[in-house]
């Protein structure tokens, strides 16, 4: 079974910033578009952003400008940097590697809250 390991959630206050990570098997990272979605209670799951083998880089609306994504391929790991945090960014954040035709996988999640 493929595990991809988050990690960086928590309680942040509004304007605070956190890093999430997410380290993925080699065989499955190296050829993944690799992104990062969250859930908040009674919602779906959304896009939040994604990045691809070669570095491209999309982003929810609502997230332009104040949140990053990036890969470091040497060590199989995405992250995503959440600045300027607001209370509706509270969700479970989960990590997607996605394969195409080979597999989708999921990480387990974490939570951001962002509250005062």
């Known amino acids: 079974q493929v595990q991809l390991v988050e990690s960086g959630g928590g309680l942040v206050q509004p304007g605070g910033s956190l890093r999430l990570s997410c380290a993925a098997p080699r065989n499955i990272f190296s050829d993944s578009t690799m992104g990062w979605y969250r859930q908040a209670p009674g919602n779906e799951r959304d896009l939040v952003a994604t990045i691809q083998k070669g570095g491209r880089t999309n982003y929810a609306d609502s997230v332009r400008g104040r949140f990053t994504i990036s890969r470091d391929n040497a060590e199989n790991t995405v992250h995503l940097q959440m600045n300027s945090l607001k209370p509706e960014d509270t969700a479970v954040y989960y990590c997607?590697?996605?394969?195409?035709?080979?597999?989708?996988?999921w990480g387990q999640g974490t939570q951001v809250t962002v509250s005062s």
């Open positions: 997607r590697a996605d394969l195409g035709l080979h597999g989708l996988y």
